[in-house]
């Protein structure tokens, strides 16, 4: 119940303030440039990387990109870039 009204209130604070949803609300910021880069804001951990896919741990869920040929060009605590052939970005629900 009380994630419940923690979520109702952030979700007012962000609609009467007119802040931007991924800072409030813990939710993830991704930019992709056409199908060779995708940057990805506001993770909680990388859990997985292969050349083919990579997976993010988000607030609520995962973050699954799947494609070819990926290299991290940048890694910090709560950001990503990827370069490569992006063909698909699926959300994982818990």
């Not at 607030?59 to 799947?66: E, I």
Request: hydrophobic fraction near 45%; proline fraction near 3%.
């Amino acid at each position: 119940m009380a994630k419940n009204w923690s979520q109702l209130v952030r979700n007012w604070m962000t609609h009467k303030m007119d802040l931007p949803h991924d800072v409030m609300m813990d939710l993830p910021r991704i930019t992709m440039i056409g199908q060779i880069h995708i940057y990805i804001e506001n993770h909680q951990g990388l859990l997985a990387f292969s050349d083919s896919e990579v997976r993010l741990l988000l607030k609520q869920g995962q973050l699954l990109v799947k494609g070819q040929a990926f290299v991290i060009k940048t890694v910090l605590p709560e950001e990503i870039l990827l370069e490569g052939k992006v063909d698909q970005v699926i959300y994982i629900n818990d």
